[in-house]
Every structure is written in C-alpha cells, then in structure tokens.
C-alpha cells in the first residue's frame, strides 16, 4: 500500500463548497481588482482549504458568489478557484431549483478534473458535483428537516428536496456532529457509513489565543453571536434573561454581533419595546477576525442561547481562546460540541431562568469561570485543531479514492 503522505501528494482535490477568498490570498496570483471577489463566507470549507494549501495539496475551489456577473477563475500555483455567478433573487433560485448553480459546479469540476470533490452542504454543492462522475466526499452541515421546521417557507421546501436527492444519491458521506449523522439516519434513512469529523479551528490561535489580556477587568462581559433575528436563535429569551441579571449586577453588559443586531435593528428595537435594552450593545454584523478579536480581548462569557445547532463553531471559536461558554443542553449537536458539559456549562436555554442562572454562577465565582475556559481551551486543542481534522479528511479521500478504483 502506497504511504498516506505519498498519495495524498499526487492527488488532486476538489472543494466545492461557499468560501472566503480573502483568506485564501496569499496562495494566488493575482492580476485584476479583488475586492467584489469575496465569495460567500464558510468558515469551516475555507479552513479545510486553507490547510491543506499548507500541507502542498493541489486543491481546485468550486464556489459561488452573487457580486460577479460573469464566471471567474482565479489562478496560484496549487490552487485553483472557479467562481460562479450566485443570482441574488431567492425566486430565482428556487423557481428551478438552483439549476444554474448546479450546472456551474457541474461544468467547473468536469473543467478542473479532480481526483475527488469534497462537497459541502447536501444541497446545490452536492448535486452539481453528484453530476460531475467524479468521486464525491459529501460533508453534510446541518439537518434540512429541522432548518425546513423553523423556516417554513418556499425557498426552504425547494432546499430540503433538494437534499433528498442529494442524500439518495450519495455513496461517501461525513457528518460534522453525531447529531447531524442521527439525522440523516432518522429521517432520510441514510443506511451507508457516516464518518463524524468536526469543524476544525487554527492550530496557532488553540496554541497561542489571540490576545488573552481583557481590557475591561471592572465589567462582566457577557457575548452572543447569532446570524439573524428569529425564533429559532432564541435571543429574545437571552435578552429576557440578561434583564434579570443586569438588575442584580449592574456592572455586567451583554454585546450582540450578527445580522438584525446592529444599532437600531430588529433585536435593538425590539428590546426597547419590551424595556430588556439595558446594558445591551448591538455591535451587528462584524468582520470575522474583528469579532475573534473582541471576544478574546473582551469577552468573559460567551452564551449562545440558538435552539439548535449542527456544531457551533461559535462555541470553538470562545473555547479556543479560553473564553468560558454557555449552550443549550438540548439544541441539536451542542452537547456533544462541548464534550457533553466537560468544555462548557450547558442548560436549557428554553428557561429564561436557567439562563440567567447560569450567568449568576459565572459572574459569581471567578474561580470556577476561569476553570471553564481553561477546560474548554484544552478540550478544543484536543479534539479541534484542524491539523487533525484535516488529517481525518485526508483518510477519507484515500478510502474513497481506493474503493473507486
């Protein structure tokens, strides 16, 4: 048998998933304006790539990005990005059902010709490389009947059949949590292997944090992130909850990042209609490595109060620089997240008071506040570092690439 590190040399991988080209730039070579060729985010297939460009993969990117009106190729010596075009009406997309995102996927991979395609998300990323007859690695990232259960609506009905087709069609699947693996068991009557490997997280941030000094040692910081205002993010809960803890302990402030946090928002205004604004600051959404910033210079807290997750990336990114965290002990893939209560302290978020208890616990006991962060540090370093997820990748692309032949 060939060495793993000898194989996975010679083989040509393909990520076809959303992703942040900005940091992704030192590894192309570049002859035109960059700044509309951001791509559509995806933290965790961007970090997979980021990785294995280190390790001296040959890695072709299948994106998609609604600020470019023609397709785009964008060149380095190992990688390769193909970006699509990514209509900005959601009627548009659903009305056939992304067929021209598909299609795009579909033509770019059969252009590049991987030796494999790990695609992320089991919706227009899985089938446009589904159709590509090529090997496909398919990362499934959330649960589709649960997301179609809180967001009942046409585009989500479109995405979820989607995700039928996608899931029936596929031989090679990982899972990013054992709930989503359940999931896909449960529902979609998925009978093939799933192999759960998580999201992964900078091996020299879990090292070295970014910047551990709090600026503020007379406050009690406590952080929420959350893309969007909804029910299924649980915040008007939160807000409830912090009101309750603000009254008892008046030095405390809760800071909102995300989309519908901003100043004058959804959240902020509902929160002074409901008179749960005090001590709140909306800050809305936030650069990525900005936000990482402030929660590690900042934050004492971190509570994420959503219903249900298919990870939590958020609660890795607080555990990473050693801020303790709160979760859900029933929201989807959240316990497992945090080593089932060894990295971080878990309730029912449904309870504005186990919320607000918690909090008090936190703020009252500094000791065993810094215990948890320091066990979520060092649970993080253990089990998220993406050296290792990468390399638990790199395994499955060999054994796909073996049972192919």
Not at 60 to 87: A, H, M, W
Not at 147 to 158: P, R
Not at 386 to 403: A, F, H, N, P
Request: net charge neutral; proline share 3%; glycine share 8%.
């Amino acid at each position: 048998m060939i060495a793993k590190e000898e194989s996975m040399d010679d083989i040509h991988i393909g990520i076809a998933a959303p992703i942040d080209i900005s940091y992704l730039l030192g590894f192309l070579t570049l002859d035109s304006d960059i700044d509309i060729l951001q791509g559509m985010g995806g933290t965790a297939p961007t970090a997979i790539t980021l990785e294995l460009l280190k390790r001296g993969r040959k890695v072709s990117v299948f994106s998609l990005d609604p600020n470019i009106e023609t397709d785009q190729v964008l060149n380095g010596e190992n990688l390769t990005i193909y970006l699509g075009k990514f209509r900005k009406r959601g009627r548009d997309r659903t009305r056939d059902g992304f067929r021209a995102e598909r299609k795009f996927i579909t033509r770019a991979i059969k252009e590049a010709s991987p030796d494999i395609v790990n695609a992320h998300w089991t919706y227009e990323y899985a089938l446009g490389s589904l159709s590509a007859n090529v090997p496909v690695l398919v990362t499934a990232r959330d649960a589709p009947l649960r997301i179609l259960k809180f967001n009942l609506s046409v585009h989500w009905v479109i995405k979820f059949l989607m995700a039928c087709i996608a899931i029936h069609k596929t031989t090679y699947m990982t899972a990013v949590s054992p709930y989503i693996a359940e999931h896909l068991r449960k529902h979609f009557f998925f009978t093939k292997n799933i192999q759960i490997i998580p999201n992964g997280i900078d091996d020299n941030v879990l090292k070295n944090g970014i910047n551990n000094a709090k600026e503020n040692n007379k406050k009690v910081i406590f952080v929420s992130a959350a893309n969007g205002w909804s029910k299924h993010k649980n915040e008007k809960k939160l807000l409830t909850a912090f009101t309750f803890v603000h009254k008892s302990y008046p030095f405390t402030e809760l800071w909102m990042y995300g989309k519908g946090h901003e100043s004058g928002g959804m959240a902020d205004n509902w929160a002074r209609e409901n008179q749960v604004s005090n001590g709140v600051r909306f800050f809305g959404t936030t650069p990525h490595q900005i936000f990482l910033e402030q929660l590690s210079s900042s934050a004492d807290v971190l509570i994420h109060p959503s219903l249900e997750e298919s990870f939590g990336n958020i609660f890795v990114e607080a555990m990473s620089v050693g801020v303790p965290v709160i979760g859900g002990k029933f929201s989807g893939a959240v316990p497992s997240t945090l080593g089932y209560g060894k990295a971080g302290l878990l309730v029912d978020v449904e309870s504005e008071y186990e919320m607000a208890e918690a909090m008090k616990k936190l703020i009252e006991d500094k000791t065993y506040r810094e215990k948890l962060g320091a066990d979520g540090k060092k649970y993080a370093f253990q089990n998220y570092r993406i050296s290792k997820i990468v390399d638990q990748y790199e395994q499955e692309y060999s054994r796909v690439l073996r049972e192919c032949r």
